[in-house]
């Protein structure tokens, strides 16, 4: 889970790429560590709203649980915040629509090369 040095690390990243794009962004502290589930990155720019759940993987494909899905969808719909998933594939960030990801036996799995992968510079770009 959460705490991990290379989370932190692609959570910072992100973060200052979104203030990069005119967006106030942070991390939210201790997510999945506490009781009531909060994602890894929250971000607005006045009129959106978004709420990110974030990994890094040197990979083609990354898995995301389905209850953490479920937790980020819970959550952006109380906070009205989009929901997204970002993924940092080596050097390369994708980010993708909780309705867009392929459900892989008992986890979301999300590869590199769909077609529903949004670059940064297509949703936030400036």
Known sequence: MGG???GSATERELVSMLWGSRFAAIRAAGSGVQRFYSPD???SNGSRVLAIECKATKS???????QQVEELKKFSDI???EPWLAVKFSTEWK???IEDLGLSEKNFAINKDSEKAKLFLDLFGT
């Open 4 to 6: 991990n040095q290379k």
């Open 41 to 43: 990155v929250l971000a």
């Open 60 to 66: 083609k494909y990354q898995y995301f649980e389905p």
């Open 79 to 81: 906070f009205k915040a």
């Open 95 to 97: 980010f993708f629509r």
